[in-house]
């Protein structure tokens, strides 16, 4: 059975949860037997039934057909039953299936954060799950997690690094390498739509210092080359980098310089903006991260 987390709207609590879990501890529901938990919820049947459908996809639960039983290769201690819960939570969606990844947790000063754009939106029930449990509190721009589960994200994200080997890196890399030039033929296709007699230019594979991946027309009336394009590739989450080079030219080209940014799925139009070294270097409402430092040692 497929289990779609994304589509659930609300939780219920872990109390709750640690309540339902024990109440089907020795003996099997049907869901509508289950319902009748949610007259002593204030979240209602909803709740109840989403939370059944994440007990299944933590496998805390199996269903049989129609009825739920306990997993018995699983064995939750009454008295940690929160604490356990939570490491069966953040194992299952940070490494068993990266709904978060590893790389959105990071530490400073010793304490573990994870960005806002770390629980994809889609997946808002799990975040106010988190949240209402104080497992991460709101801090900035990111979520700071609660003490007791410090060590737990530590060890979660280092044994993620250790995983990711030499082997897992190149792959990765040829990986972005290929869904990139994906994107750049995405919009050259998309560009040519937009003229009639004029064709655009891909200058990546041919100049990797210009700046921009593809040069274009504003119009069919331009004589020369007048519009200048960088395409970033995203997934859920719209991020890019943007180099110290890219970001040069987009100063020097203002009005003819163009970000065009392209879902990896390619089934919706790209994102374009105008003048990006304005529209978002400039713009400090913007979130923006330092990922490397050079240094000059003398």
Same mark, same amino acid.
């Given at each position: %059975? ?14 709750? #949860? ?36 994440? %007990? ?62 770390? #629980? ?35 060890? #979660? ?30 919009? %050259? ?96 409402? #913007? ?12």
């Amino acid at each position: %059975m497929s289990i779609k987390i994304h589509e659930h709207k609300k939780y219920l609590l872990v109390k709750e #949860i640690e309540n339902l879990y024990y109440i089907i501890y020795d003996k099997s529901y049907t869901k509508s037997q289950l319902d009748k938990f949610s007259i002593n919820s204030y979240k209602g049947v909803s709740a109840t039934r989403n939370t059944l459908e994440l %007990m299944l996809f933590l496998e805390l639960l199996i269903k049989d057909k129609d009825v739920f039983v306990r997993n018995k290769f699983f064995e939750i201690n009454k008295k940690e039953f929160q604490g356990e819960f939570i490491k069966i939570l953040f194992k299952k969606v940070c490494i068993d299936t990266n709904i978060i990844q590893y790389n959105e947790f990071y530490c400073t000063d010793g304490t573990w954060f994870l960005r806002k754009s770390g #629980i994809p939106i889609k997946y808002f029930a799990l975040r106010n799950l988190l949240i209402a449990e104080k497992v991460i509190n709101l801090s900035s721009e990111s979520y700071e997690i609660n003490k007791d589960y410090q060590n737990l994200i530590e060890l #979660i994200v280092k044994n993620k690094q250790k995983k990711l080997t030499l082997a897992n890196l190149k792959q990765q890399l040829e990986f972005q390498e290929k869904l990139g030039e994906q994107a750049e033929i995405f919009v %050259m296709d998309y560009e040519k739509k937009l003229l009639s007699c004029k064709f655009p230019e891909r200058v990546s594979p041919i100049d990797v210092s210009a700046g921009y991946d593809i040069r274009s027309y504003l119009t069919d009336e331009s004589s020369e080359f007048d519009k200048f394009i960088e395409v970033k590739c995203f997934s859920e989450n719209v991020e890019f980098y943007w180099s110290k080079n890219e970001i040069e030219v987009a100063k020097e080209l203002k009005e003819n310089y163009f970000l065009y940014l392209v879902d990896n799925k390619f089934d919706t139009p790209p994102c374009i903006v105008r003048n990006p070294y304005f529209q978002v270097y400039l713009n400090q409402k #913007i979130k923006r991260e330092v990922q490397n430092y050079k240094f000059f040692l003398e």
